[in-house]
């Protein structure tokens, strides 16, 4: 079945580094979520991609899909203490609106 | 507005009973998923929900668990003689299945625990 791999599962920087995870599928995706889960909270959605290499960019955060589809990647520029918590991208192939997600990649930012 | 509410917010049942998780969604959304999350893990997949149509139950890790949505709305996720591997935290999240962005929007989640 379809399975969507990120690395790294975790990561620690200091305040003012850059942070980098990536999501790999198995399968060819129609389009991509990534969504931000602080400690003891609930996923939340951050941005959808949908076109083969397709980048969209919020504030300090740059969001990329990959040309085959297949890929993505989110890069946070100057992370602060806000920026904690785990990330997840979540795929969707086509003909179903079922979601899987990644394994997701744990932030933390030492200040 | 409101957001997706599930209920209870925890729950710990004995190993071997049934428990019952309810979720309402948002209103006019269409879709509505299942997750399953232990603890410091990542979500898994149960069931989702789209429409009138027949439920992708492609998750479901057992024939103990099972789901039903009600008039489109609200929907309960049954898991009958509960063992301790249940133990984890259920998500409920619904979504629109028009427009450009099907954002799923997350309920806070029913934390069950089995003794």
């Known amino acids: 079945g379809q399975q969507v791999m990120q690395i790294p599962q975790y990561q620690h920087v200091q305040e003012g580094e850059d942070f980098t995870t990536y999501c790999n599928s198995s399968t060819t995706l129609s389009n991509i979520q990534w969504y931000k889960q602080r400690p003891g909270g609930h996923p939340v959605f951050l941005i959808q991609l949908v076109k083969s290499g397709e980048v969209k960019k919020q504030k300090r955060l740059t969001f990329q899909f990959g040309e085959a589809k297949k890929n993505s990647s989110l890069h946070i520029t100057a992370t602060q203490t806000t920026d904690v918590g785990t990330y997840f991208c979540?795929?969707?192939?086509?003909?179903?609106?079922?979601?899987?997600f990644g394994t997701g990649t744990r932030l933390k930012v030492l200040a | 507005g409101a957001g997706v509410s599930q209920s209870p917010s925890n729950k710990v049942t004995e190993k071997g009973k049934d428990v019952e998780l309810r979720c309402d969604p948002i209103s006019g959304h269409t879709a509505l998923y299942w997750y399953r999350q232990s603890l410091g893990q990542g979500l898994e997949f149960l069931i989702y929900?789209?429409?009138?149509?027949?439920?992708?139950k492609s998750g479901l890790p057992s024939d103990r668990f099972s789901a039903e949505r009600t008039g489109g709305s609200v929907s309960t996720l049954t898991i009958q003689r509960t063992q301790q591997e249940d133990s984890a935290v259920y998500l409920c999240a619904s979504s629109a299945t028009s427009g450009s962005a099907y954002e799923q929007y997350f309920g806070p989640g029913t934390r069950l625990t089995v003794t």
């Open positions: 979540a795929g969707r192939t086509s003909g179903t609106y079922k979601y899987i």
């Open positions: 929900f789209q429409g009138n149509s027949a439920p992708d």
